[in-house]
């Protein structure tokens, strides 16, 4: 048993929504400087259409999209800040409200926070998004758009697994709904 006074000295418990916080921010902001981190680099070593290294089946490939993903939306920077901008909000209600209780739900979130604010931070600053990890055959993307990605598909899996099973309220027992009211 402790006394009062180790009680007082003892710090306080590390609260649910506390550790939920950290991670959920804390993934967010690692995404956010991993991202401008690489875009950065390649931005300083590359020149836009450059790849390297040549002839192998993933290269870093210096290219930008003025659109959204799949090049759709090209020159629309206006409107892809603002849709950004409300992305960032419904993620943001998304985290506050998530749809399983598990730390699973506040990193997938927060990767798919750090992903979106990562390229709107492009978006802002040079109009347009750095893309570089190119596989033969699939679209130029960028750590911000595979953080989103395996952010959605950790939600998606993370609900399936950890989710709690709503189970369908039963009927009272009754008259049965085609009986005859009078008896």
């Keep these: 048993m402790q006394t009062l006074e180790q009680d007082a000295l003892a710090p306080p418990p590390v609260r649910r929504a506390g550790r939920r916080s950290i991670a959920f921010w804390g993934v967010a902001a690692a995404v956010i400087a991993l991202d401008q981190l690489t875009k950065a680099i390649v931005r300083a070593t590359l020149d836009v259409g450059e790849a390297w290294p040549r002839d192998w089946p993933v290269q870093v490939h210096n290219v930008t999209n003025s659109g959204a993903a799949f090049s759709s939306l090209q020159d629309q920077t206006v409107f892809l800040i603002f849709m950004s901008l409300i992305g960032l909000a419904a993620i943001y209600i998304y985290y506050r409200n998530p749809p399983f209780q598990h730390w699973v ?60 099973k709503q189970m369908t309220p039963r009927r009272p027992a009754g008259p049965h709904e085609d009986a005859p009211a009078d008896g």
Excluded: K, Q
């Excluded at 750095?130 to 598909?153: H, K, L, Q, R």
């Design 105 to 164: 739900a506040s990193v997938a979130i927060g990767m798919m926070l750090g992903g979106a604010a990562g390229n709107l931070i492009d978006r802002v600053r040079v109009g347009r998004v750095t893309d570089f990890v190119d596989f033969f055959g699939f679209p130029t993307f960028n750590v911000a758009d595979s953080s989103i990605s395996i952010g959605v598909t950790a939600i998606i899996i993370g609900y399936l697994l950890f989710a709690e």
